[in-house]
């Protein structure tokens, strides 16, 4: 059964950048349409960037378009999360989840598989 877990989170400064990186057991997320979600305090959680697991097709909120980037790294079996230029509002509980679909899709619903979260604060 895949299991995912999220690391990398912590406090930044803004401006900065931080990496997340999704590791997983039990399955090879080459296989798998990965999606990264966060959910800032008082507020429903919401989709920030997706890979599908055809051709690596990615799709971003437009809060993150330009600053956020997603990578896999089949080798160390994880999904990586590179943010740059980190805003205040970039703050939350980010979350890394799996979907067998095919197409990269920023919906909660076809993700399955969901990691604990790991907390980005952005602040000076």
């Known amino acids: 059964q895949l299991q995912l877990v999220e690391s990398g989170g912590g406090l930044v400064q803004p401006g900065r950048s931080l990496k997340l990186s999704c590791a997983a057991s039990g399955g090879a997320l080459a296989g798998y349409t990965i999606g990264w979600f966060r959910q800032a305090p008082g507020k429903e959680r919401e989709a920030v960037i997706c890979i599908g697991r055809v051709a690596d097709a990615v799709n971003a909120a437009d809060s993150v378009q330009g600053r956020f980037t997603i990578s896999r790294n089949n080798a160390k079996n994880t999904v990586d999360l590179e943010m740059n230029s980190l805003k205040s509002e970039d703050t939350a509980a980010y979350y890394c989840?799996?979907?067998?679909?095919?197409?990269?899709?920023?919906?909660?619903?076809?993700?399955?598989?969901w990691g604990q979260g790991t907390q980005v604060t952005v602040s000076s």
């Open positions: 989840a799996a979907s067998r679909r095919f197409q990269c899709i920023l919906r909660q619903d076809v993700y399955g598989t």
